[in-house]
């Protein structure tokens, strides 16, 4: 296993336009994390996915996002009508389920820039 | 979760030992601590966690003072691949809704 995939590396988008992320998790992991990255900014939670299931979405995480998990595998976050402020890393992580044995295995993040 | 707090940046020289402090005085008796670190432009990396005991592997040491108010991450001969942002967290172990929350992190540099 190669740890966790994210695509594409990296995003540029013009205004208002949508974009769409994949994350393929450590295949073993039942929960898949979305986060996003601010410049000088440690990452903030955006939503979670224990297998198929959305268990918690941040308030950061406005109806113009939306993440999916089919099948429990891959997960896609989509940005409709991006805006400027949508511009940042987003990083996808994943882990077995919440024992406390077990760390986060991050992705290398996809960079958003919105033009 | 607790909050905690990190200095903002320090420096190391290369070979010697690198100290990150962090403070969690408002921690809970079932709230562990974990260390992360985030090289420039990749995903945060696990480094280690523990509750009460002093930790090791092979990238690190951990310790907890005894009243759990404060710990330290040892990093026992820096490298300049060192060079990153370590992030302190508490959270609670087990459950269903806990999950990461970083603060802004300690940037080590070290220095040739």
């Known amino acids: 296993d190669t740890g966790v995939s994210q695509n594409p590396r990296h995003k540029i988008t013009k205004r208002g336009q949508n974009v769409t992320f994949r994350c393929d998790p450590i295949?073993?992991?039942?929960?898949l994390y979305w986060y996003r990255q601010t410049l000088g900014q440690g990452p903030e939670f955006l939503t979670y996915f224990q297998n198929e299931a959305q268990l918690e979405k941040s308030r950061l995480l406005s109806d113009r996002f939306s993440a999916e998990r089919p099948k429990g595998s891959f997960s896609t976050l989509e940005i409709q009508r991006t805006e400027q402020g949508d511009s940042a890393m987003y990083l996808c992580?994943?882990?077995?389920?919440?024992?406390?044995?077990?760390?986060?295995?991050f992705g290398s993040g996809t960079r958003l820039t919105v033009v | 979760d607790a909050k905690t707090t990190q200095p903002t940046s320090m420096d190391c020289a290369e070979g010697r030992a690198a100290n990150l402090p962090c403070n969690h005085s408002t921690i809970s008796g079932n709230e562990y601590v974990y260390w992360y670190r985030q090289i420039h432009s990749q995903g945060p990396q696990y480094i280690i966690h523990g509750l009460k005991n002093n930790e090791t592997n092979e990238m690190a040491s951990l310790i907890i003072t005894e009243d759990r108010k404060s710990s330290t991450l040892i990093l026992p001969h820096a490298t300049l691949r060192d060079t990153a942002v370590y992030y302190c967290?508490?959270?609670?172990?087990?459950?269903?809704?806990?999950?990461?929350?970083f603060g802004k992190g300690t940037l080590l540099t070290v220095n040739p």
């Open positions: 992580a994943s882990s077995l389920s919440a024992g406390t044995q077990y760390g986060y295995t």
């Open positions: 967290i508490v959270m609670i172990g087990g459950g269903s809704n806990y999950k990461l929350t």
């Open positions: 295949s073993e992991h039942n929960r």
